[in-house]
């Protein structure tokens, strides 16, 4: 039996779901919903197809002690949801900066829990961030909405490069201070 690693993040809790950090139970699901096409083309890092391994190393990156980038499952399951639902990161840019990313399963889209995870993770604040950063590709207003309907003010035009596209694409830029 291999013990999960201790990883030194806060839980987060929702009336909907919790935010929890990665557990390597977590594989399947996350390998089934980022090798959909429709989530990792939304995505700068997650490449489609997905390579063999790939689930595996992001799920020992997440719990790394080197790592610069905390991840959340938004895991349903003690509210009759499912074990995974999405993801949820704040990576380091700067002592007191994080970029915030995200990605929802297909079947939980337009239901509310990527604004909820956003909002709950900012309310959080579990790095003690005073700036928040979040970037989406311009053909995903859907991400655009959540962001500013968590009062971040949009900074600008440009670009990120997606694995999966092999493309540079066009993005929106947001900026929210936080107390």
């Not at 935010?19 to 096409?37: C, H, M, N, Q």
């Not at 190393?57 to 399951?77: H, N, P, Y």
């Not at 709950?120 to 928040?132: C, E, F, H, I």
């Not at 035009?157 to 997606?162: G, L, R």
Request: aromatic share 8%; net charge negative; with cysteine.
């Amino acid at each position: 039996m291999k013990i999960e690693p201790v990883v030194n993040q806060p839980v987060v809790e929702t009336d909907r779901f919790i935010l929890r950090p990665v557990r390597r139970s977590d594989a399947g699901l996350i390998e089934r919903y980022t090798g959909d096409k429709r989530v990792a083309c939304m995505t700068s890092s997650i490449p489609h197809p997905l390579p063999p391994g790939a689930t595996e190393a992001f799920i020992a990156l997440c719990q790394s002690d080197k790592r610069t980038e905390d991840v959340w499952i938004m895991d349903g399951s003690g509210h009759g949801h499912a074990e995974v639902m999405g993801a949820i990161g704040l990576d380091r840019v700067d002592l007191s900066q994080v970029e915030i990313g995200y990605w929802v399963a297909p079947a939980f889209w337009n239901t509310g829990i990527a604004s909820l995870a956003v909002n709950a993770l900012l309310d959080a604040n579990p790095m003690g961030s005073k700036t928040v950063f979040g970037a989406v590709f311009q053909d995903n207003p859907a991400s655009a909405r959540i962001l500013t309907g968590a009062g971040f003010d949009y900074l600008g035009d440009a670009e990120a490069f997606s694995v999966a596209r092999n493309a540079t694409v066009p993005t929106w830029t947001y900026l929210k201070k936080l107390k």
